[in-house]
């Protein structure tokens, strides 16, 4: 069962909140720690009704006040909260793939992880707030078979619920045969299995795949491919096997490789707080034998350090 770290406050009280907020904002000295007590500790639709009665009673946008009084990454925070989970989604796209350079990596992240429903609110969002199509983007901004399967990823029609035991050896014996032969035909076909079966049937699949090669698909598919498109096919695989799992080892990396790569950081837990970034945590720490928590204390620090924590933390359990 997955968990989230952030929950419905009880005694909700907007109106207070706004309140408080506007305390804090209005002060000589921005008071942070009011902010994170008060948008860490809501979930994403009380933040919004908070926003709502922030408006009513100063007559601004609290999104534009929190970027006008904060710096850095405390505001990447604090802004990234207060987005409904698909505007954020589609924030986070717009700049991967609109910035200097295109970040590869959150277009694997989000498209790989998303399911359907969430895929088709995103691209409502993006349109809403871009007037773009995500599509259209992805397609002038990426290029190769890379581009080919975020495009299929982003059509959002992966079968769903569905599961054929047949079917799945003749996936497998595709999936083999497009990791010896490496034509652009059998790379078409690996993305389309990929992008389209549902993950039931991909179970299966992996399942099968490992037996007629004596080889885990993952490890097949980082031997026989590279770049970019090898890790959206990879990402594909983790998350079907367990999304948490995926967001882990993205945030070890994130954390590790990269002497703390903060948007990942802070895009993985704003996106999983009220979804599963409890069962993320427990999986980082089996994995990782250190805490998610340890880590974030290890490289962040300030009022930044303490909003990553408090999303990240949930509850009161020991480290």
């Not at 007037?131 to 299929?152: A, P």
């Not at 045969?177 to 990929?194: P, R």
């Not at 096997?241 to 990269?258: M, V």
């Amino acid at each position: 069962q997955m968990q989230g770290t952030i929950f419905p406050a009880p005694n909700f009280n907007p109106i207070m909140d706004a309140q408080l907020l506007g305390g804090a904002l209005q002060g000589i000295n921005c008071e942070k720690d009011v902010l994170i007590d008060i948008l860490t500790q809501r979930c994403n639709s009380q933040r919004l009704m908070i926003a709502e009665a922030y408006r009513d009673m100063y007559g601004r946008d609290l999104i534009a006040d929190l970027k006008e009084n904060l710096s850095h990454h405390f505001k990447e925070v604090m802004v990234g909260l207060m987005y409904p989970s698909a505007s954020y989604d589609a924030h986070e796209l717009w700049h991967a793939l609109k910035g200097v350079d295109t970040e590869e990596k959150c277009l694997i992240d989000i498209l790989a992880s998303r399911s359907n429903m969430e895929i088709y609110q995103i691209k409502e969002a993006y349109l809403m707030q871009y007037n773009n199509d995500l599509q259209q983007d992805i397609d002038s901004e990426t290029s190769g078979h890379f581009r080919d399967t975020l495009m299929n990823l982003a059509q959002g029609t992966r079968m769903e619920g569905f599961a054929d035991p047949s079917a799945a050896a003749q996936d497998a014996m595709i999936l083999w045969e497009a990791c010896q032969q490496k034509t652009g035909e059998h790379k078409n076909m690996l993305q389309m299995i990929l992008c389209n079966r549902s993950y039931q049937q991909l179970w299966m699949v992996f399942q099968e795949f490992q037996n007629i090669s004596g080889q885990d698909i993952v490890d097949a598919i980082n031997e026989c491919y590279n770049g970019y498109f090898q890790e959206l096919l990879v990402a594909i695989v983790l998350c079907v096997r367990d999304k948490a799992s995926y967001f882990a080892y993205r945030l070890y990396n994130a954390i590790h490789d990269f002497g703390f790569h903060n948007k990942t950081v802070i895009r993985i837990l704003i996106a999983r707080s009220e979804i599963d970034l409890m069962t993320i945590r427990q999986r980082y720490k089996e994995r990782y034998g250190k805490s998610l928590f340890h880590d974030i204390k290890h490289f962040a620090s300030g009022h930044y350090e303490s909003a990553l924590l408090a999303i990240c933390a949930g509850d009161a359990e020991e480290y």
